[in-house]
């Protein structure tokens, strides 16, 4: 399989620095007085530190890169990076207007007359994508989510989404820890709380296992709290 990999010359780098400035994705940091790639897979190849660059030492080269799926084992499998630049990627804020409780809706859904609303703050959502240094993440109530939990839990939104920043995962899917991006993402950020709802399967406690490492990693006293949701949909664990 062919991908779009970032490259550096380091040969060409001035160390003027304004790569990794306008790397919203962490992917780029300067490693003594030179422009480095930290994290090839948190480069989201939207190409914003190209047009900085003033000596032209930054470039996107088509690689062959060998993928392979190890059958039962699926945390083997190499996710494809998303260097096409997708639209997806791109972080923004979404406003959200105060509405009503839908105590209607969830008490008898055939009087129900609205359509619950989406309590979603930000986007993208999904840890791998989401950028260290998002603005969103002032003064935020962190939830992180196994990517399960909304299917199986109803009223997800209303009782976990509401009024905080949602990033989701799937530690079994997703390569590598989410502890190290957690951890920056706490440490670099005005964060008020955290929370994690993860499901009862095992492969989910990666899940937990990242947030309580990047609790204790990040040098701050931050409440938190781990919700486990059973695969029928009720609370288990709180």
């Given at each position: 399989?062919?991908k ?16 990794a ?12 007085g030179k ?8 480069c989201?190849?939207?190409g914003?530190c190209l ?7 930054i ?9 392979t799926?190890?059958?039962p ?39 129900a007359?609205t359509t ?36 199986a ?6 009782e ?6 949602t ?46 490492t ?12 781990i ?10 664990a709180?």
């Amino acid at each position: 399989m062919k991908k779009e990999v970032i490259t550096i010359d380091e040969n060409k780098c001035n160390g003027c620095g304004a790569c990794a400035a306008a790397c919203h994705m962490g992917a780029i940091g300067m490693v003594d007085g030179k422009a480095k790639v930290l994290r090839e897979d948190y480069c989201d190849g939207l190409g914003r530190c190209l047009p900085v660059c003033p000596t032209g030492a930054i470039s996107f080269e088509e690689q062959e890169v060998e993928t392979t799926v190890t059958a039962p084992h699926t945390e083997n499998i190499q996710p494809e990076t998303l260097a096409c630049g997708c639209p997806g990627t791109n972080s923004k804020t979404l406003k959200r207007e105060n509405s009503p409780e839908l105590t209607q809706r969830q008490t008898d859904l055939h009087t129900a007359t609205t359509t619950a609303q989406t309590q979603l703050q930000q986007w993208p959502v999904q840890i791998k994508l989401i950028p260290i240094n998002a603005p969103y993440f002032h003064n935020a109530n962190l939830l992180v989510a196994a990517d399960c939990a909304a299917y199986a839990y109803g009223n997800f939104h209303a009782e976990y989404m509401k009024n905080k920043i949602t990033i989701i995962g799937c530690p079994k899917l997703d390569e590598g820890d989410y502890a190290e991006k957690l951890t920056a993402i706490i440490a670099q950020n005005e964060i008020k709380s955290v929370t994690a709802v993860r499901m009862e399967v095992p492969c989910c406690s990666g899940i937990e296992r990242a947030v309580k490492t990047a609790l204790q990693n990040c040098g701050k006293m931050i409440p938190w709290q781990i919700v486990t949701i059973s695969t029928d949909g009720n609370i288990i664990a709180n």
